[in-house]
């Protein structure tokens, strides 16, 4: 499902990525750990098509995605790749059903079908009830679900998380971490997660610890 073979980063003078190479099998969780700025999420971020590296190439599904031109490259990533963050980033004009649903508009399918989706989703999710609310009205859990439900919209082959459950309590932590198994287990959801949760790191599938810019072996 995803490989990336050989990333190198630098910003200014710091290589922060000295040649990482990776490969995540379809419906595998990996977790990602290691000390702060050892690169974890700059790692990330070019597995998900934010930022390009210097050297290298990532490939998601097949498709080598350093290749793809601006708008070829953002109509992918809105299509093949979800994101949740620590922060939930929610649009707090908008309810969660509006929230949820609006990856599905920007990639331009019909209204009756996202909304649908939408919906499924956050009943899945534990959400019927609440869908109607906007972010100000919803506890930390219910967002970062809400997150969840937006990142998942476009059936994505792959979810990256960086520290979703680093801004909730111990409870919401836990329900989210469950969270991230069901849709592994239900939908078959490739997850590339940051972490610095050694409980969830270690109930996932496979565990890679950074370390200056590079996988420990």
Not at 33 to 44: R, V
Not at 157 to 182: C, M, Q, V, W, Y
Not at 183 to 197: A, E, P, S
Not at 206 to 211: E, H, K, P, S
Request: aromatic share 6%.
């Amino acid at each position: 499902m995803v490989k990336a073979d050989y990333i190198t980063k630098s910003f200014g003078n710091v290589q922060v990525l000295k040649g990482i190479s990776l490969e995540v099998a379809p419906a595998e969780m990996v977790c990602i750990t290691g000390p702060s700025g050892a690169g974890k999420t700059t790692l990330l971020q070019i597995l998900g098509t934010l930022s390009p590296p210097d050297s290298g190439q990532v490939w998601i599904d097949g498709t080598p995605v350093c290749e793809l031109k601006k708008d070829k490259l953002a109509d992918f990533r809105n299509r093949h790749i979800g994101f949740v963050f620590q922060f939930h980033h929610l649009l707090p004009e908008f309810t969660a059903l509006e929230n949820v649903c609006i990856p599905g508009f920007i990639a331009g399918d019909a209204a009756e079908k996202v909304q649908a989706r939408a919906k499924e989703l956050l009943d899945f999710l534990g959400l019927a009830h609440r869908m109607e609310h906007k972010p100000a009205e919803l506890s930390g859990g219910e967002q970062q679900r809400v997150a969840v439900a937006r990142a998942l919209i476009n059936s994505p082959g792959i979810l990256l998380a960086d520290e979703p459950s680093g801004n909730l309590d111990t409870h919401n932590k836990e329900e989210l971490h469950r969270l991230f198994f069901r849709l592994r287990d239900t939908f078959g959801q490739t997850i590339i997660m940051v972490t610095h949760d050694q409980s969830l790191a270690t109930r996932s599938d496979r565990t890679l610890n950074m370390r200056d810019g590079l996988f420990l072996q």
